[in-house]
């Protein structure tokens, strides 16, 4: 193990120099041409390789549909130049969405979507002369659902005898049954046929993070059609996919995914993890769900890793400040970065010519795009993303493709503020370099946090 450590490079040698000594798998190249490439992705391609992670602000309206600051933010994507845009969280049903103003889409704001849609791409052909592929995570958030107030109220595949006290679940609680299992196929569709309508490019079926579909996945202890074997675990998961390729019938349209790789979780409860250390990767049901994907008609993957909501969020973003309450990890950023370079580069070279977005970059600040560069050199990756940094920097291509480089005093500081807002149930965004809107909301936020628990 090594000792975690904050960012504290200055120069490209200083941090080459800190990758050789820990024999982490990282390269950086200074040729930054190839975040420039242009992407297909099935029947379309994207005019770079540079892609906006799907970062939730929590902050839609009422309805489902883009508030002031959804719009605000989706603008300065716009005109930051990345060649693809991946939507944030949109719930299928009220009773699976993760927090009260979490984005939806339903036939009766479709115009809503429809509007800010056309706003982003006049902006983006305006000022670079092309537009981004638009991809719309479709979500149903488990065991994290809290679709009104401050109560979670979860939906489950199975106990966790781990993460069920972590959200008041006790043994008798209700596991959801295989019939409200199989009628979310119909409302994974309907939300999919609504994006494509609405303009949006794609759609991804989101299986990471411990949310419903990437719980599935690992539900080995649970019965019926849904549980135990990979067949039966995977089996909504690949319903859903099959189901959106036919009722879309159309071969431009993207069927994406964004999954785990690695769930960083005890067996018999975690996805890719060792029996006897759940902190091994075991590659094969992953790489076979790639094949099993892909079968089914996804032709754009983006991988991630572990629980950003229990006590290993490194796994998923590497930080140099947690959040409250997370223990700092007995290792160095550089070896969670390298972590889920290596699961992209794996599962890329699985997929062959479909293209995988790898993650990981933001706790490189600065010196993100010579890694990135090198990883898509080497064909590690199709594609880059990027996640906490949009929050903060939501430019940062546009900086790489016009000045060569990205400012060090505008770069994410990974001190998982973003992260302690959406905690604390508010709306969030970077507290530090967009903080006239969001360092108010972030001690607004915290305080209610603090009235909460003393209320217990």
């Not at 809503?112 to 056309?118: D, G, P, T, V």
């Not at 079926?205 to 067949?231: D, N, P, Q, W």
């Not at 690695?262 to 060792?274: K, N, V």
């Not at 600065?366 to 898509?376: E, G, I, R, S, T």
């Amino acid at each position: 193990m090594t000792n975690h450590e904050k960012f504290n490079f200055k120069t490209f040698e200083d941090i080459n120099t800190r990758i050789a000594e820990l024999g982490a798998k990282i390269r950086l190249q200074e040729d930054l041409s190839p975040l420039q490439r242009k992407v297909k992705i099935g029947a379309l391609e994207a005019p770079n390789a540079v892609t906006i992670l799907p970062m939730e602000g929590c902050d839609s309206e009422p309805d489902g549909s883009p508030s002031e600051l959804v719009r605000r933010r989706y603008m300065r994507y716009a005109a930051g130049g990345a060649g693809l845009i991946w939507w944030e969280a949109c719930a299928v049903v009220p009773e699976g969405k993760a927090n009260e103003l979490q984005m939806m889409l339903v036939k009766e704001n479709i115009t809503a979507f429809e509007k800010l849609i056309s706003e982003v791409n006049k902006t983006s052909s305006d000022i670079f002369g092309y537009r981004p592929i638009h991809i719309l995570q479709l979500t149903h958030s488990g065991r994290y659902s809290r679709p009104a107030g401050h109560k979670p109220t979860p939906i489950i595949p199975q106990h966790d005898p781990i993460l069920d006290p972590r959200v008041g679940i006790t043994d008798e609680y209700p596991i959801c049954t295989d019939e409200y299992l199989e009628s979310l196929v119909e409302k994974f569709v309907e939300a999919a046929l609504l994006a494509k309508k609405a303009g949006f490019d794609g759609v991804d079926v989101k299986a990471v993070h411990r949310y419903l579909i990437s719980e599935l996945l690992a539900s080995f202890t649970r019965e019926g059609k849904y549980g135990g074997s990979f067949e039966n675990r995977s089996r909504l998961f690949l319903d859903i996919i099959r189901a959106i390729k036919q009722a879309v019938n159309d071969d431009s349209f993207i069927i994406s995914s964004r999954f785990n790789v690695f769930d960083a979780h005890p067996f018999p409860y975690g996805f890719g993890a060792g029996e006897e250390n759940f902190m091994d990767f075991v590659p094969d049901e992953p790489l076979l769900l790639v094949d099993k994907m892909i079968e089914a008609g996804v032709t754009l993957l983006s991988n991630s890793a572990g629980n950003p909501y229990y006590i290993y969020p490194q796994v998923t973003r590497p930080f140099d400040t947690s959040s409250m309450g997370i223990p700092v990890p007995d290792e160095h950023p550089l070896i969670s970065v390298a972590r889920l370079f290596e699961f992209t580069r794996l599962i890329q070279q699985k997929a062959g010519d479909v293209p995988v977005i790898g993650s990981g970059y933001s706790w490189l600040r600065q010196f993100l795009p010579y890694a990135a560069a090198a990883n898509l050199a080497d064909g590690s990756c199709s594609m880059i993303g990027l996640g906490r940094m949009a929050f903060a920097y939501p430019d940062a291509p546009r900086d790489i493709f016009e000045k060569g480089r990205m400012e060090p005093s505008k770069c994410c500081i990974a001190c998982s503020k973003c992260t302690q807002i959406m905690r604390d149930h508010g709306k969030t965004g970077c507290p530090i370099r967009d903080a006239a809107v969001y360092a108010p909301l972030f001690r607004k936020y915290r305080a209610e946090a603090d009235m909460r628990e003393k209320a217990k």
